[in-house]
């Protein structure tokens, strides 16, 4: 199918993921038949080298695909977009990772954690794995894991930081996830003891964040020469976008009928409320605009097949940054101007409240952090974290 009607596929969808939305919170985990639902769209071949029988498809419609999804549930919406894009890190692999996974099946369904929080000890023929690794999302439908270990480089003092991918039914899943929002995505804890794990199934990170891998040599799309931590960024800012935007939507619908206690007036009738309603639309219209507007740059990067240097990725991430925090605060402005009933658990804009405020916790989305980093280069200072 088209790029084109594979969105339009999972668009239809939403509606099955707003119904399921509470079902996924209360078992803390994606539901499985809208998991097999959006597996059967083919939606995780979208990065897939056509080689494999992928697609190949952009990050802008990508960006489509995860604020869809997202108005409908963030939490599935998050687990489908990163799954998606796990698919564009293996095709960042050699071709010999690439002949393995995607030769004997055109995509796969895997958690991805490049927290180095794994050790490797080089044997024959590969390296034995152990460590364990938290934020697992996707771990809970997946068939592999991809993980960060640190490791050995002969004639190196420093070790390598790599990505290793292994088989599910080679790693424990452990039960952890007991939290406030994202509820839904089930992403456990993943561990890994003493695994052997093929030589082949490891990438250097290093490679991959400025988009010189071995897999943007392999390819010759340039959807492969994208720099990683904004790809990985905008993986996440997608679907809390599109949650945001429902929310708006649900401020816009409540107004209608809402009459507010006090009163005897809609509250659709009054100024401040339709003043609130204004300025949220207005906002989430402008997040949404700057979401595709770094999408676009980024695949920009990607066209010119060249490195994409410190300091814009460092920029970058700032502004992946600040599109989530926005959202976070639309989100909690129209929740403010919905009273007190908006914080039942049967109301959703309760828990887009929660997932936004949880998932802005992200790592990547780290403003203090971002942001010194970026400043320190702008001063002529080294970064003092990766980007």
Known sequence: MSERELIESLQSLVPMLRENAALAEQQRKPVDAVMQAIEDTGAYKWFVPRKYGGYEYSLTGFMEVGVALGEGC????????????????????????QDDLFGSHPYIIAPGSLAPNGKAIPVEGGYRVTGRWQWGTGVMHAGWVMVGVLTPVEGEDAPMLGMYVVPIDEAEVIDTWYVEGMVG??????????????GHRLVNLATVRDGTSPG??????????????????????????????????????RM???????????QAERAMAQSRLAMAKVEIDSIHRQLFA???????????????????????????????RRSRN?????????????????????????????????????????????????VGLEANAPI
Request: charged share 20%; proline share 4%.
């Open 185 to 198: 995505t089930g992403s456990n804890d993943i561990a890994l003891d003493d695994v052997f794990v093929p």
């Open 216 to 253: 943007a040599r392999l390819h010759d799309s340039y959807i492969y020469k994208m720099p990683m931590l904004p790809v990985l960024g905008l993986t996440a800012t997608a679907p809390l976008v599109g949650a945001a935007k429902n929310a708006v939507a649900l401020f816009e619908e």
């Open 74 to 97: 963030a939490s599935h919406a998050w687990v489908t977009t990163f799954c998606m894009e796990h698919n564009w890190l293996l095709s960042l692999y050699d071709q010999a990772a």
């Open 294 to 324: 770094i999408a676009a740059e980024v695949e920009e990067f990607g066209r010119r097949g060249e490195p994409c240097g410190q300091l814009d990725r460092a920029r970058l991430r700032v502004e992946i940054g600040q599109t989530v």
């Open 330 to 378: 639309v989100v909690r402005d129209v929740v403010e101007a919905c009273g007190a009933s908006a914080h039942f658990l049967d109301n959703p804009l309760q828990r887009a409240l929660r997932d936004l405020n949880t998932a802005s916790c992200h790592t990547v989305f780290d403003l203090d952090l971002s942001s010194e980093i970026y400043g320190r280069l702008l």
């Open 256 to 266: 209608q009928g809402r009459t507010v206690y006090g009163t005897t007036s809609k």
